[in-house]
């Protein structure tokens, strides 16, 4: 994707663990940048473009009802983002199409088996669409009866002249595999729209990654993990979370931004519950479902974050979706 994502300077070759953490040793990076949510917006009311972006791993369900939930309430967003992960074998479009069909568009959607993005926008915003591309990158695993893809699809796209990246992705699981998601996420930054690259063209300004990444909690066992939970001190675990701690070495999601994870994490529940997992595995509670998002020129667009939340109503998977609402400002030119 050329030079819209800085994530994946060095990921032709593959390296160690230990060659990363060597390289990085005297390597500037931002890693993540955590911004605090402005209820009210900056600009007041005068954004130029307020987006509203939801992640969801369905499980392999669908429920009508969950995806009014899901979507229903975004009416005063230009663009709604919806990336959904390990989706049924039912064409999910028309059931999205019908919950916004007094406010939204169908504008572009990006498939890969279980793995999908669709970009929806207000009634007469096609107008305001240029060069809307889609692509998509595997990075295996594939298994069950759903055909849980693992990998990435995208949308690129130009809105009233603000050139964007969205980016929906679902990486491989297990606390263990940190390094395989650590590749996976400077392997599908190098890929997507490869083989679109034009030297000439203007690179993204605004892109925004979400998904179930499954980076997870790690170092504190699953019923301390609850205790603190419970005691809604969950702030706490940010420390422990391993998207934050990779990010921070300079692995992955160099200078991007993360709403505080003020809610509680959304993996494992127990389906149909608030409940987390009472399997025999008793999973340690992450924040496998994250949205995250890039400025290239913080001078040029400046974003103000207006909600960072689970949707901890719906209960029909054993994740908890997840939304987030930005608004853009394009400074004029002098």
Known sequence: MGNWNTTCACTRSKLTRKQMDSMNHNTHHEGIKTVKVN???????????????????????????????????????????????????????????????????????????????YVFGTQNSGVFIEELKVDKHSVGGCGGLIGRKKGAVAIRMSYNGI????????????????????????????????KHRNPYRKPAQVTVWLGDLNYRIQGIETHPVRNIIQKNLHRLLTGNDQLLQEAERGQVFDGYCEGTLTFKPTYKYDVGSSNYDTSYKVRVPSWTDRILFKIRDTEEIRASLHSYESVDDIHSSDHKPVKAHLCLKVNEQT
């Open 163 to 194: 050139q964007m990246v969205f980016i929906s992705c679902h990486l491989s699981a297990h606390a263990r595999n940190v390094e395989e998601r650590n590749s996976q996420c400077r392997h599908i930054s190098h890929s997507l729209f490869s």
């Open 39 to 117: 209820k009210v917006c900056d600009f007041s009311g005068n954004s130029d473009l307020c987006i509203c972006a939801v992640t969801w791993n369905m499980n392999g369900q669908v429920v009508y009802e969950d995806l009014v939930e899901l979507v229903g309430s975004n009416s005063k967003s230009d663009l709604l983002v919806v990336g959904l992960q390990e989706v049924p074998r039912k064409n999910i479009a028309p059931l999205l199409q019908t919950a916004l069909a007094d406010t939204h568009v169908l504008l572009g959607k990006a498939i890969m088996q279980s793995l999908q993005l």
